[in-house]
Nanobody, 116 residues
Framework: QVQLVESGGGLVQAGGSLRLSCAASRSRFSINVMAWYRQAPGKQRELVAKITRGGFINYVDSVKGRFTISRDNAKNTVSLQMNSLNSEDTAVYYC??????????WGQGTQVTVSS
C-alpha cells in the first residue's frame, strides 16, 4: 500500500501560479509513473501530466507550455508547477502513482480554483 499526501492547492487569480506537491510513503513498492490528474465539476477525470522514473514526460495539450511536472526519485515526490492559470484549470487535482504506466494509487485530491 502506498499513501500519497498532496499539498499546494488553493485560490488564485487568472494569470497566476500555483505549485502542487505530492509525497509518496516509503515502501517496497517500486514507483515508475507519477502523475497528476484533475476533475472539474461535471467532467470526467483527465490526465494532466505524467513522468516516468526514467524522465519520460507527457502533458495534456491544454497545459503544454504552462505546466511543468518534475519528480525526485530519491524522495518519492512529484510536483506540478502551474503558470498562467485560467478558469479552465479549476478542478480537483489528484496525484497518482503506479509501478507500470498506469496509476494504481491515488491521493485524496487538492482543490485548485482560478478566479477570473
Amino acid at each position: 500500500q502506498v499513501q500519497l499526501v498532496e499539498s499546494g492547492g488553493g485560490l488564485v487569480q487568472a494569470g497566476g501560479s500555483l505549485r502542487l506537491s505530492c509525497a509518496a510513503s516509503r515502501s517496497r513498492f517500486s514507483i515508475n509513473v507519477m502523475a497528476w490528474y484533475r476533475q472539474a465539476p461535471g467532467k470526467q477525470r483527465e490526465l494532466v501530466a505524467k513522468i516516468t522514473r526514467g524522465g519520460f514526460i507527457n502533458y495534456v495539450d491544454s497545459v503544454k507550455g504552462r505546466f511543468t511536472i518534475s519528480r525526485d526519485n530519491a524522495k518519492n515526490t512529484v510536483s506540478l508547477q502551474m503558470n498562467s492559470l485560467n478558469s479552465e484549470d479549476t478542478a480537483v487535482y489528484y496525484c497518482a502513482v503506479g509501478a507500470g504506466t498506469m496509476p494504481q494509487y491515488w491521493g485524496q485530491g487538492t482543490q485548485v480554483t482560478v478566479s477570473s
